[in-house]
Each structure stands twice: as structure tokens, then as C-alpha cells.
């Protein structure tokens, strides 16, 4: 089995990496295999890829926007990713700081919002961003976290 995520076990699991089943309990969906660390131990099943679908994992990301190292600025960075299956995803990035800017504002409406692919990020730094994105692709989330990107042609 292919483990698709470690969660909390990154000592003992790899993403990407196949595991040899050893044992396994049908009614409460776990498997025991041998860890990275060379112990025996069960795991849920959730941590694998069960449907031996590809792993889809990031390659490269790119800014799409401008980066104002303005303290007011409001709006939100766009970003494009790169995927090991040849598809490219996008996502909106906001630091605390604008997210702050962006709520204070008196004419927002509605008072709120939930945007399914935003991310907030420590700063529009490069390494703080390349480390949000990295983790979010280690735990299998960053597909969730992204929209596909459909580049019209012209």
C-alpha cells in the first residue's frame, strides 16, 4: 500500500512510499505494517491510498500577482501551481495582516467570508510560502486547498 499521507507519524511513515501489508483488521479499517523506523504497528487506513489511485504531489508554484510590501493593502496574491500529473491548480494567499485590513474595511459586505481556496500565510516571503505549500502537500490537503486552473486560450 501506498501511504498518501503521515499525518503524525512522519518518524514512522512516508508519503509516496510503499508499505507491505502485514496484517489487517477488515471491520475497523486498520493495517499493520512495518514503519520506516523498522517497528511493527497499525495504522488506520485513511493514511493510504486505498484505490491505488497517483499520488498527486506539487512541483513548482509561481506568483501571479504583484507583491505591495504596502502595511494598508487589502487585496489578496493569486498563485499558480505545477502538478506531478501535468495539471496546474491556483489559490488565493492572504497574510494575517491584509485578511485584518481587508475585514476593518467599513463597506465590506457581507461582514465576513469563506473562500475555499485561500490560504493563509505567516508572509508573501518565498520560503514561508514554499513551506505552507509543502506541508499541505505532505498531509494531502493541498489538492482541497486549490482549484483547478483553466487557462483560456486565445
Same mark, same amino acid.
Given at each position: 500500500? *501506498?501511504?498518501?499521507?503521515?499525518?503524525?507519524?512522519?518518524?514512522?511513515?512516508?508519503?509516496?512510499? +510503499? %508499505?507491505?501489508?502485514?496484517?489487517? =483488521?477488515?471491520?475497523?479499517?486498520?493495517?499493520?505494517?512495518?514503519c520506516d523506523n523498522g517497528r511493527l504497528r497499525w495504522f488506520s487506513l485513511f493514511h493510504f491510498n486505498v484505490n491505488s489511485e497517483d499520488l498527486v504531489d506539487l512541483i513548482s508554484w509561481t506568483f501571479d500577482d504583484e507583491?505591495?510590501?504596502?502595511?494598508?493593502?487589502?487585496?489578496? *496574491?493569486?498563485?499558480?501551481?505545477?502538478?506531478?500529473?501535468?495539471?496546474?491548480?491556483?489559490?488565493? +494567499? %492572504?497574510?494575517?495582516?491584509?485578511? =485584518?485590513?481587508?475585514?476593518?474595511?467599513?463597506?465590506?459586505?457581507?461582514?465576513?467570508?469563506?473562500?475555499?481556496?485561500?490560504?493563509?500565510?505567516?508572509?508573501?516571503?518565498?520560503?514561508?510560502?514554499?513551506?505552507?505549500?509543502?506541508?499541505?502537500?505532505?498531509?494531502?490537503?493541498?489538492?482541497?486547498?486549490?482549484?483547478?486552473?483553466?487557462?483560456?486560450?486565445?
Amino acid at each position: 500500500m *501506498i501511504c498518501r499521507t503521515s499525518g503524525v507519524y512522519s518518524d514512522e511513515l512516508t508519503r509516496g512510499k +510503499l %508499505y507491505k501489508v502485514i496484517d489487517m =483488521k477488515q471491520d475497523k479499517e486498520m493495517v499493520r505494517i512495518k514503519c520506516d523506523n523498522g517497528r511493527l504497528r497499525w495504522f488506520s487506513l485513511f493514511h493510504f491510498n486505498v484505490n491505488s489511485e497517483d499520488l498527486v504531489d506539487l512541483i513548482s508554484w509561481t506568483f501571479d500577482d504583484e507583491v505591495s510590501n504596502d502595511p494598508n493593502e487589502t487585496n489578496w *496574491i493569486e498563485v499558480s501551481l505545477k502538478m506531478s500529473d501535468g495539471s496546474e491548480r491556483w489559490c488565493i +494567499l %492572504y497574510t494575517p495582516e491584509r485578511l =485584518k485590513n481587508c475585514l476593518q474595511q467599513s463597506n465590506i459586505y457581507p461582514k465576513g467570508l469563506h473562500i475555499k481556496h485561500m490560504i493563509v500565510v505567516k508572509s508573501y516571503n518565498v520560503e514561508d510560502i514554499q513551506s505552507v505549500l509543502d506541508y499541505l502537500n505532505q498531509e494531502d490537503e493541498l489538492i482541497g486547498a486549490t482549484l483547478p486552473l483553466n487557462r483560456s486560450s486565445s
